[in-house]
């Protein structure tokens, strides 16, 4: 017979159960509810990274490199050098500490790149970076207009002014590959194995943030060697069957420049063969052309500003201008970097 009968009240229920007899199951994930509320990491302090490898962060606190993690909260956002970011934790920089990187101040500037001009995903180099230096061989690998013509093209859209270093100009005479950037208002360098302009290129780094670029086996390392002694960058050679370099820089990483002119930073990243640009608008191009932007105004709806495009301004404006001119040198040299792009954007 059923211990429990119809007969029973509630009374005598109450006296077999209580609270105790309820079971809870724990959060699978956690050991308290999980919200959105974030803190506001108001001890949090403020540093640069100087370098990246394999998910940790170098960061420079107070001239002490810290080695960090990032929040969970930013697992989406990439932080690339450059990037100015808050560190709470442990942040004297001993062996063995781990701080967090808890937030991310917005970018003045963003060098970036697409792994070909199709493919509209950015890959962000650096930030904060307000100088290009870009660094090109006389010979030895043989230079490539095309390649500093993709450099311009990025540098000009992320609002960075460019610089050309040319370097083993003892091997080759660089002035016929110059020719190709004499209507661009930009400083060229030109160096020799012995013979590095040291303080020219201190004087024009002093006080900037200056990302080095360049194709493997130009030079590119050695010169930031030079420039910052204590850098101690692998160099290699260029293969004498295929004229190219080897990778000798597998990741980026910033130094510190100290001059008799100022101090600034120096940024050194990887040698690569391509430039995609994907991402790039074609008219942040004509933009950095602020003489011949203005004459643009009066030229027809949606121009390509091309050779031969119909009732083009300023193709009309410099019809008679000497071959030689620094205008027709200027229209020349933007004419080819927005040919880079009119592949890209044909309907532009």
């Not at 460019?162 to 661009?184: N, Q, R």
């Not at 643009?296 to 300023?314: F, V």
Request: charged share 25%.
């Amino acid at each position: 017979m059923s211990w429990w009968s119809a007969d029973s009240d509630e009374n005598s229920l109450g006296e077999q159960y209580d609270e105790s007899d309820i079971r809870v199951r724990p959060n699978p994930k956690a050991n308290r509810p999980r919200t959105k509320t974030r803190p506001d990491h108001a001890d949090a302090v403020t540093g640069m990274v100087t370098g990246v490898d394999r998910g940790r962060y170098t960061v420079l606190i107070n001239e002490i490199p810290v080695t960090c993690s990032r929040a969970r909260e930013l697992s989406k956002n990439a932080i690339v050098i450059g990037d100015v970011v808050n560190v709470v934790g442990d942040v004297t920089g001993e062996p063995g500490t781990l701080a967090r990187i808890v937030r991310v101040d917005p970018r003045q500037t963003i060098l970036r790149r697409s792994a070909d001009d199709t493919d509209e995903v950015e890959r962000v180099i650096v930030a904060n970076a307000d100088q290009l230096l870009i660094v090109i061989a006389a010979a030895n690998p043989e230079p490539r207009v095309r390649l500093v013509d993709r450099y311009l093209v990025a540098a000009f859209d992320a609002g960075i002014k460019p610089l050309l270093v040319i370097t083993k100009c003892d091997i080759h005479d660089p002035t016929e590959f110059l020719a190709h950037f004499a209507g661009l208002d930009i400083p060229i360098f030109r160096s020799g194995t012995d013979q590095v302009p040291l303080e020219a290129l201190q004087q024009a780094l002093a006080d900037h943030t200056t990302v080095a670029v360049g194709h493997s086996g130009v030079g590119k390392s050695t010169l930031v060697n030079v420039l910052v002694p204590g850098a101690h960058r692998a160099t290699g050679h260029v293969n004498e069957v295929t004229g190219r370099g080897r990778h000798t820089s597998s990741s980026s990483i910033c130094f510190k420049l100290e001059t008799p002119f100022g101090n600034g930073w120096v940024i050194d990243t990887p040698g690569i063969r391509s430039f995609g640009l994907g991402h790039v608008n074609p008219e942040n191009i004509l933009g950095s052309f602020s003489d011949l932007s203005s004459i643009s105004e009066l030229c027809p709806r949606g121009c390509s500003h091309l050779e031969n495009a119909p009732d083009c301004e300023i193709n009309i404006s410099t019809e008679n201008s000497p071959q030689d001119s620094s205008l027709r040198r200027r229209l020349n040299s933007m004419q080819r970097l927005l040919l880079v792009l009119s592949k890209k954007h044909p309907e532009k």
